[in-house]
Each structure stands twice: as structure tokens, then as C-alpha cells.
């Protein structure tokens, strides 16, 4: 029962390189999110996702982009990596809109960039 | 602005110490509250849902609490697998029948034996 796959783990990247973040699920889920966790804050909303095709902003979505090709599979890209964006990504998803429905969280990348 | 403050920031307990944990919010028109717990390295794990004040909620030595404005993680003779950081999260709404959810910065919890 896998939940939340994030890849890679760890990452390590040079300011202005560019990469993608993977997210899978295999809960049939249609909400999924990506977030952004640092030191001493509160994990912030990147992006997220209510079905395949359909996206929208969260909280902090500038530096990044989304799509949702498949029910499955949310990546997150990085375009111009700058150390600001030096975090851990979570990814998360959960059945239904329902406010009452728990979101389940993958185990992160930590992605340092210098 | 809705906010989610969970207090005390960090907190050393010694194995069998009763303490509790606490998260305030001031997001209108709460729609639920959930308690996560997060080991290091890893993401958070849901613990609890609580749906409306009154409301409490157990699992082994935790027990969650809700009132109108704020909740309480009570951990009754933790042990040192207790040691993480909780956190705490309200939904909000954020339009078209959705919900985001806010979070507090945490509490991290050390249970020395």
C-alpha cells in the first residue's frame, strides 16, 4: 500500500538549472497539493490540483509550475532554480473536496539549491 | 487573515510527564481541524480529524480537544516514541466548493527517559 511516492528524496541543484519533482498516488484520490516546508514556518501552498487538467495557484506559486496529465500523477517543476527555493516539498492528496477529509502527505524531497 | 499559532514551540517532557499541546485559530466559519504528527525526515502523518467544538478525539495516550477558538493535544505519560512534531492545520475556503488548509508552525515534542 505505497499512499504518497515522492522522487527523488534528495537533491542538490545550481541556481538557474532546472528539474521536476514527482508525485504519485495510487488512492484513486483527485485532489492533490504540493507544498513547501522551511525551517520554523508552517508548510505554505504551492500549487494544486482538483482532476486531471485542472490546476490552480496556492499560497507561493511563483518559481514554479504544474500539470496534471492523469489521475495519478502531479509533478512540480522548477524552471530557473534560485536559493529561495532551497526547501522540503511535500506532496499530498485526499478523495473528495471535502473540508473534513484529511490530506495524505508523501515523504518529502529536500532540495537544496547553491 | 486566517491563522493557525501553536504554542508551546518546542517542549521537553520527561517519559510519563502529562502535558498538552495547544493551536489557536482565527479562520472564519471552521470547517474542521486536523492534528498531524511529523517524525524528522519524514511527512506529516494524519492523527486526527475534529469536526466541531465539543469534539474529542483519542488515540493510545493522545487525546485532541476542540472549542470555538482553539484545540488542545493532550498526551497522557508520553513516551520517548511519542517524541516528533505535531502540527496543527484548519481548512479554509478557497472558492469553487474547495478548501486549503492552513497550518501552524508546530510543536516539537521531546519525551527524555
Known amino acids: 500500500n505505497a499512499g504518497v511516492t515522492q522522487t527523488p528524496k534528495f537533491r542538490i541543484l545550481k541556481i538557474g538549472q532546472s528539474m521536476t519533482l514527482q508525485c504519485a498516488q495510487d488512492?484513486?484520490?483527485?485532489?492533490m497539493y504540493w507544498y513547501r516546508q522551511d525551517p520554523g514556518m508552517g508548510l505554505k501552498l504551492i500549487y494544486y490540483?482538483?482532476?486531471?487538467?485542472?490546476?490552480d495557484k496556492g499560497e507561493v506559486p511563483n518559481g514554479y509550475n504544474v500539470s496534471r496529465s492523469t489521475t495519478e500523477d502531479f509533478p512540480l517543476r522548477l524552471e530557473l532554480a534560485a536559493p529561495s527555493q532551497t526547501s522540503v516539498y511535500f506532496c499530498?492528496?485526499?478523495?473528495?473536496?471535502?473540508?473534513?477529509?484529511?490530506?495524505?502527505f508523501g515523504d518529502g524531497t529536500r532540495l537544496s539549491i547553491l | 487573515e486566517d491563522q493557525v499559532t501553536q504554542s508551546p514551540e518546542a517542549l521537553r517532557l520527561q517519559e510519563g510527564e502529562s502535558s498538552s499541546l495547544n493551536c489557536s485559530y482565527t479562520?472564519?466559519?471552521?470547517?474542521?481541524l486536523f492534528w498531524y504528527r511529523q517524525d524528522p525526515g519524514k511527512g506529516p502523518e494524519f492523527l486526527f480529524t475534529?469536526?466541531?467544538a465539543g469534539e474529542e478525539k483519542e488515540k493510545e495516550r493522545l487525546k485532541a480537544t476542540l472549542t470555538k477558538k482553539e484545540s488542545f493535544l493532550h498526551i497522557t505519560a508520553p513516551k520517548p516514541e511519542d517524541s516528533a512534531t505535531y502540527l496543527c492545520?484548519?481548512?479554509?475556503?478557497?472558492?469553487?466548493?474547495?478548501?486549503?488548509?492552513?497550518f501552524g508552525k508546530g510543536t516539537k515534542l521531546s519525551v527524555i527517559p
Open positions: 499530498a492528496s485526499t478523495r473528495t473536496r471535502d473540508s473534513y477529509q484529511p490530506q495524505h
Open positions: 488512492m484513486n484520490h483527485n485532489y
Open positions: 490540483s482538483v482532476g486531471a487538467g485542472i490546476t
Open positions: 479562520v472564519s466559519g471552521l470547517r474542521g
Open positions: 475534529l469536526y466541531s
Open positions: 492545520a484548519a481548512p479554509r475556503y478557497s472558492g469553487a466548493g474547495s478548501y486549503q488548509l492552513t
